[in-house]
Structure formats: structure tokens, C-alpha cells
């Protein structure tokens, strides 16, 4: 599954609302701002799940990825943050559907921290072979 | 997430019906990937959902999610 974006990504911001925990199966959903004319879907297409009477949600029919967000009148749309080949690039500005904030959230980035190569045997390592899309085309 | 020949499934967290009771949560993996923004995503703006719906859209919205508690019918 690949996507072009030939615009800016905008408000990039996390969403702790219920319906977005759920969506995403995380804590919270990482989104960024698109306008929908942009957005491009070269390699598949996505699935949607209405969510809601007012939201379609995309997500990818053969791996589950969330991909997009988008209300049904709107000239734009969001994009998962974890599914744009450098997640890094979409600066956090704002935080939502804080009524679904979890205890967990404020001290995430003080939780002691391993790499993965750390994590699994070397024998493992070894035989690890991704099959997801890589970050290029 | 599973990994062959483990007995242990690791579950969604956001996919429980309450989240905010699972945890402490204990440590990080992978974090040769993390995202530099992490670090201080807990001090960005906070808003309520309320604060960012016009009332218009927040009397039509209806989750289409299943709820958070067993149903004997569904959908």
C-alpha cells in the first residue's frame, strides 16, 4: 500500500478521544492534516470503516495500518502519522479529545527504553525478514 | 501480536474497553525509532472533543464503533 502527497501536511496532532483509541488500537492517534485533492493512492487502496455517522476511516485490507480520517464534507482529510515513510517530519502542534487522555500518557517518554536489536536473540535477528512495505517507492 | 512458537499473545491496548486501567506501563522497545516529538507531546495544546466540533456536527455524531461492553445484538 503507497500514498503520494503533493501538498502540505497541516496541524499535525495526536487525538486521545475514544473513537480514536479504538481505531487505532493505541493510547492515542497520531494525525496530520491533508488536503484531500493531494492525496494520491498509487500502490492499492485503502478499506473504510465508518466510524461514525460524520467519519470514514481508511485502513489498509490486507495488513489492518490505520491510513486516513476523514469527514465526509471537507476539502481535507488526515493521514496517520506512523504510515508516512518519515514519521518524523509532521511537528506535533495540538492535542485532542483530551476527555479520553489515559494515566499512562504524561510519562510515555521517561519509560526506560531498548532497541530492538537488544530485545531479540541474535539468532532471531538474523532470520527477521520485514514484510511490509518499505519507506521508499 | 504474536510471535511464532511463543505462547503469549501481546493485546491492543486501545482495543480494551478501558484502556486508562491496563498498565503501569513499564518500558519502551524499539526505540532506535522513536520519534523526536514524543519528548514533549504531553505539553501540547489539550482540547476536548467538544472544544472542536461545532455544535452542528456534535448532535449528528453517532459512533458506529462497537461499545465498550457486551451487546446481544450487533450491529
Redesign the interface.
Known amino acids: 500500500m503507497r500514498y503520494a502527497i503533493n501538498g502540505p501536511l497541516f496541524n499535525a496532532h495526536i487525538c486521545h478521544c475514544r473513537m480514536c483509541q479504538k481505531a487505532s488500537g493505541n493510547l492515542f492517534a497520531a494525525l496530520a492534516g491533508v488536503n484531500k485533492a493531494d492525496l494520491r493512492w498509487t500502490r492499492g487502496e485503502p478499506a473504510y470503516f465508518r466510524s461514525s455517522s460524520i467519519v470514514q476511516r481508511g485502513f489498509c485490507p490486507h495488513c489492518g495500518t490505520p491510513l486516513t480520517f476523514a469527514y465526509d464534507h471537507t476539502l481535507h482529510m488526515n493521514i496517520s502519522i506512523g504510515s508516512l515513510d518519515n514519521p518524523a517530519l509532521a511537528k506535533k502542534e495540538n492535542q485532542y479529545g483530551i476527555e479520553g487522555i489515559t494515566p499512562a500518557f504524561p510519562a510515555l517518554h521517561e519509560l526506560p527504553g531498548s532497541r530492538t536489536e537488544d530485545d531479540i536473540s541474535a539468532e532471531d535477528l538474523q532470520r527477521l525478514k520485514s514484510f511490509q512495505h518499505p519507506d521508499h517507492d | 501480536m504474536r510471535e511464532d512458537g511463543d505462547n503469549n499473545y501481546e493485546l ?4 480494551f474497553d478501558e ?2 486501567r ?11 525509532s ?9 505539553l ?6 467538544p472544544e ?1 466540533r461545532t455544535p452542528q ?1 456534535l448532535a ?7 461499545p ?1 461492553h457486551d451487546t446481544d445484538h450487533w450491529p
Do not use: N
Not at chain 2, 60 to 66: G, N
Open positions: 491492543a491496548i486501545g482495543a484502556p486508562s491496563i498498565g503501569p506501563l513499564t518500558e519502551q522497545v524499539g526505540v532506535e522513536r520519534v523526536s516529538w514524543i519528548k514533549g507531546m504531553h501540547l495544546p489539550e482540547q476536548t472533543t472542536t456536527d449528528k455524531l453517532k459512533s458506529l464503533q462497537h465498550d
